[in-house]
């Protein structure tokens, strides 16, 4: 299984992005996919979870500003980011669960200027 971030980018304070995770390889009883992020400096943190049913978990920093969404035909995970903070300020990865092991892609840089 191998991910693929991308969309990641500068972006103003209040503004928008969409970050994509493509996954290939095996894409067979791909499960849950989450998105996390680590800040320069800091530990990684998780930011939002999308199960195989479609329910969707956010911390509580991105609740409200962000959706996951997930398209299970052509494995691909997006994270739709709106009113932007500085704070948001991180490389963001994407991850999937397949047979119980976490499979992660190599990050995408987002950067907000205040």
């Known amino acids: 299984v191998q991910l693929q971030a991308s969309g990641g980018g500068l972006v103003q304070a209040g503004g928008s992005l969409r970050v994509a995770c493509a996954v290939s390889g095996t894409t067979l009883r791909l499960n849950r996919m989450d998105w996390y992020r680590q800040a320069a400096g800091k530990q990684r943190e998780w930011v939002a979870g999308?199960?195989?049913?479609?329910?969707?978990n956010y911390a509580d920093s991105v609740k409200g500003r962000f959706t996951i969404s997930r398209d299970n035909v052509r494995n691909l995970l997006y994270l739709q980011m709106n009113s932007l903070k500085p704070e948001d300020t991180a490389v963001y990865y994407c991850?999937?669960?397949?047979?119980?092991?976490?499979?992660w892609g190599q990050g995408t840089q987002v950067t907000v200027s205040s």
């Open positions: 991850t999937v669960e397949r047979f119980g092991r976490n499979y």
């Open positions: 999308i199960p195989n049913d479609g329910t969707t």
